[in-house]
């Protein structure tokens, strides 16, 4: 066990998914534990410490006394390249091979006199394996989905669309043949859903499809966690949070998280402590400093979003013809198989109102006041920080529970458009210059101010977040040893 000084502090593991859209906000949660008092250890893959060490620089990773990074293998071949690895082959192999190495890191952190014991752990809900561990130690485990609640929601009865015969798909026609517009009215807490608007893993016609299957796993063990906790805030969600608390261990919406994390002085040692995966380009700002409010279009589409070189032409043209100033952040892996080249046309016509970027400090970004619009895959991430900047959407949806999130932002909180699969430059002209010009638009950025507002009640001393943290911390985290 740990040195008698250090018995008493709480020492909390958290370990996300390895993905910059999940590493980044366990980290935020890591730091708020590590400002209420907990030892923290970050356990990153050993690929992604690599890879952070390049972002960052040697010392990134060094950490505080109390705040410290430790690794474990992913399983999988070792590869060269800064690039996000293949999600469903992480996914299986996380599920398959972790578990051992990461029992062995929290043995030889009780074993260590440099630390308190290992007293509870906080995983990425997709990251199940650590239920096993944190069980035969007798400590609560926090499950965290990165996802939005709808999403989650909707991942929650994957298995009962199985059961209904839904998903698999009986051929891949059924992709293309209307069946999609299917209406989904039985999954208490979404209303309008289409089997379109359910997260993307259902169009398959493999019943042995690892991601389908994945899913259904990682959300029946999610049943054994001490509790959930989402990213997300009551206000926003509480439809699709009250039927996940029906369904669930307790579970605690603490969100938006980097509102929260406000708390924490700004001369904090922990603001040095980040987690970017690609070199961020913060000269980005001193560019928008130079606009005027309201008259730039962000475009970003994650850290995952893969498109193809033909789609990458349209989303250019279709910007380069809606005639507004814009700031694109193109991946150097955006483009599945190859480089993220935009024509060289593109870039002459565009000089004089665009800036190009591989990545750069989002959440700076899109609280920018240049910034009037998000040209966005909407990942829970990007959606959540766009409600907090009070800035509207166009969104593309590629993956995973985006297609959700989509179909919440534009329906649910009139804040979003939809820009259909097969991307077309005319259509993202249209639907840019309705963001940026139309009635339609101001009436979407008018909603996402508003949202904004109550985001930032949430996480106020008095706010439903911010309670909802403390309480998750003191009934969950530090309940007594099992």
Known sequence: MGSNGLIEKPHAVCIPFPAQGHINPMLKLAKLLHYKGFHITFVNTEFNHKRLLKSRGPNSLDGLPSFRFETIPDGLPPIDANATQDIPSLCESTRKHSLPYFRDLLSKLNSSTGCPPVSCVVSDGVMSFTLDAAHELGIPEVLFWTTSACGFLAYVHYHRLIEKGLTPLKDASYLTNGYLETQIDWIPGMRGIRLKDIPSFIRTTDRDD????????????????SAVVLNTFHDLEHEAFYALST??????????????????????????????????????????????????????????????????????????????????????????????????????????????????????????????????????????????????????????????NCRYSEKERGIGMEIESDVKRNYVEELVRKLMEGEEGKDMRKKALEWKKLAKEATSPNGSSFAALDKMINQVLLSPRK
Not at 210 to 225: C, I, N, Q, S
Request: aromatic share 10%; glycine share 6%; net charge negative.
């Open 247 to 404: 369904l669930l261990p307790p579970i605690y919406s603490i969100g938006p998280l980097h509102l929260q994390i406000n708390q924490i002085p700004a001369d904090s040692e922990l603001k040095e402590i980040r987690s970017n995966l690609w070199t961020e380009e913060p000269e980005c700002l001193e560019w928008l400093d130079s606009k005027e409010p309201n008259s730039v279009v962000y475009v970003n589409f994650g850290s995952i979003t893969v498109m193809t070189a033909e789609q990458l032409i349209e989303f250019a043209w279709g910007l380069a013809n809606s005639n507004h100033t814009f700031f694109w952040v193109i991946r150097p892996d955006l483009v599945g198989g190859d480089s993220a080249v935009v024509p060289p046309e593109f870039v002459e016509e565009t000089k004089e109102r665009s800036l190009l970027a591989h990545w750069c400090p989002q959440e700076q970004v899109l609280s920018h006041p240049a910034v009037g619009g998000f040209l966005t895959h909407s990942g829970w991430n990007s959606t959540i920080e766009s409600v907090c900047a009070g800035v509207p959407m166009v969104c593309w949806p590629f993956f995973a529970e985006q297609q959700t």
């Open 210 to 225: 690892l991601m389908l299957d994945f899913v259904v796993h990682e959300t029946e063990r999610t049943r054994k966690a």
